[in-house]
């Protein structure tokens, strides 16, 4: 059993109504946002209705609100906000869901004016908002309101979605909007593209910007905005629908080259059982950046070869795959697919190759996690002025991988990412290169002869006598 001081609900619960009021308003005094919670959980007590009337009443105080929120005060709105969303499900959802809805399309409807006003670059606003696009479905699910209805109001947030707070929308809704919701939806932003757009005269417009080509208009860039609107909203639309061939309408002939673009339409395509035109779609792409790998392309090539009964083909292609980018994940789907005990043989062959790939630290890194320490280990002390310590995302990995079994290469990699902290003065990594001098330390007991490479007491001395004067380094160091 706990012990009876311990904080838990049960011995909370001894203490008394009486006594637990006490200490709640003693706690909250000076605590506007445990106040709120508490005055929320006094109206949830006396009905739904009571709560839904302390919900509304914050929401409007939220989007009159006009202080601006930075990183170190964000945790408060995040924390506002979601007190908020989740009472409106909790308190108001079960009892109402008529009523709960309609406050999650007013929660939601928040998002300009907080993003207007908040500083969100770690992404956490924009999740509750999101939370709050899946919410609308479940409550719309339990409203059983009217599809068109529901679409009309789809149709207005989508509008207005200048932050992303919406995506996502129309496949949330899709079981409520049925057929009818749909359609509807689709009318209306169809009837929305037809729509003449106004030209302004030259003196009524507004300039926010230059580029190259001369100066921006804010007319431009809501005209633009406005025709994106429209071709998501219709493409998501044709998803929840599964017309295929609506989804491929959005976009022009040009841009269905686009090896990512045409990725997605070969996947619809493959999914309603058109293999060679999934693969026709593929093979039209244009193949603008040489050398970079197109991984979602060259998997949607592969499904179409599979689904094709091409399997030499997509054989081929998944070697290609390895070949030209050491893709792991490509090999492991070649050597799967190979008679009993012939790929053994072959992953031999395979890791010979990667063993000469270039770059060399493409090379390492895909050694290293296939796992091959071994052969990690020999390319590393055989190719060790090759190691860019300016690759850290590669040799941590490395280092750790190599350590139990290698240390004398686990090493190098290490002093690779300490030399170029040091020698480029990258102060913002000296905590880094410090943990690493340490593992350096660590290893040196495991390691029996350095060969050609410096001991670590020489490594240690050369870098005192180099970078001495670097006391911000050296004071992290034990």
């Known amino acids: 059993m706990a012990p009876k001081n311990t904080l ?26 445990a106040k709120r919670r508490l005055r929320l959980a006094i109206a949830g007590a006396q009905s739904p209705a009571d709560a839904a009337r302390e919900i509304r009443k914050r929401l409007t105080a939220i989007s009159r609100s006009r202080s601006f929120v930075d990183w170190q005060n964000r945790r408060a709105l995040v924390d506002d906000l979601e007190a908020q ?20 399309w007013r929660f939601m409807a928040l998002a300009s004016s907080v993003f207007a006003r908040c500083d969100d670059s770690s992404g956490t606003v924009i999740g509750i908002f999101h939370d709050g696009v899946s919410d609308l479905g479940r409550l719309a699910e339990a409203a059983e309101g009217d599809a068109k209805e529901l679409a009309d109001r789809a149709f207005a947030a989508l509008i207005g979605n200048d932050y992303g707070e919406f995506d996502g929308l129309i496949a949330t809704l899709r079981p409520t909007l049925g057929d009818a919701g749909l359609q509807h939806l689709k009318q209306r932003f169809v009837a929305l593209s037809k729509e003449p ?8 417009r507004r300039k926010i910007g230059w580029a190259t080509s001369g100066p921006i208009y804010e007319d431009e860039i809501a005209d633009r905005h ?18 295929v061939d609506a989804f491929i309408a959005q976009y022009d002939p040009e841009t269905r080259k686009v090896p990512r673009i045409a990725a997605e339409i070969a996947g619809r395509l493959l999914a309603a059982g058109r293999a060679a035109e999934a693969l026709t779609a593929i093979e039209a792409a244009e193949q603008r950046r040489a050398g970079w790998p197109e991984f979602e392309w060259e998997d949607a090539r592969i499904a179409a070869l599979d689904a094709l009964e091409r399997r030499d083909d997509a054989r081929a292609a998944r070697w290609s795959c390895f070949e030209r980018f050491l893709s792991a994940r490509h090999l492991r789907d070649y050597l799967k697919r190979l008679p ?12 010979d190759f990667a063993e000469s790939f270039e770059p060399f630290s493409a090379a390492l890194s895909f050694l290293a996690a296939w796992p091959a320490p071994d052969r990690a280990g020999k390319l590393a002390l055989t190719r060790a002025d090759k190691l860019d310590g300016d690759r850290y995302e590669v040799l941590t990995p490395v280092a750790d991988a190599l350590a ?5 290469a686990a090493t190098l990699a290490l002093r690779a990412m300490i030399e170029f902290s040091l020698n480029n003065a990258r102060s913002s990594r000296y905590k880094h290169a410090a ?3 340490q593992e350096c330390a660590s290893l040196a007991s495991a390691i029996a002869d350095f060969g050609q490479h410096e001991t670590h007491e020489a490594f240690v001395a050369r870098m005192r006598g180099k970078h001495g004067k670097k006391s911000s380094f050296w004071n992290l160091v034990p």
Do not use: C, W, Y
């Not at 757009?197 to 009524?204: F, G, I, M, P, T």
């Not at 406005?226 to 017309?243: F, K, N, S, T, W």
């Open 404 to 408: 139990g079994r290698h240390p004398l």
């Open 340 to 351: 009993d005990f012939d790929d053994v043989e072959a992953e031999s062959r395979t890791l």
């Open 435 to 437: 943990r690493h001098f």
């Open 226 to 243: 406005r025709a994106r609107v429209i071709e998501m909203a219709l493409r998501d639309i044709a998803d929840a629908q599964g017309d």
């Open 85 to 104: 969303r989740r009472a409106i499900v909790e308190h108001i959802g079960k009892a109402d869901p008529k009523e709960a809805l309609d406050l999650m």
């Open 8 to 33: 838990n609900a049960q011995n909370l619960e001894a203490l008394g109504a009486k006594r637990l009021a006490e200490l709640l308003i003693d706690i909250s005094s000076g605590d506007a946002a």
């Open 197 to 204: 757009v106004k030209k302004l005269a030259e003196h009524e």
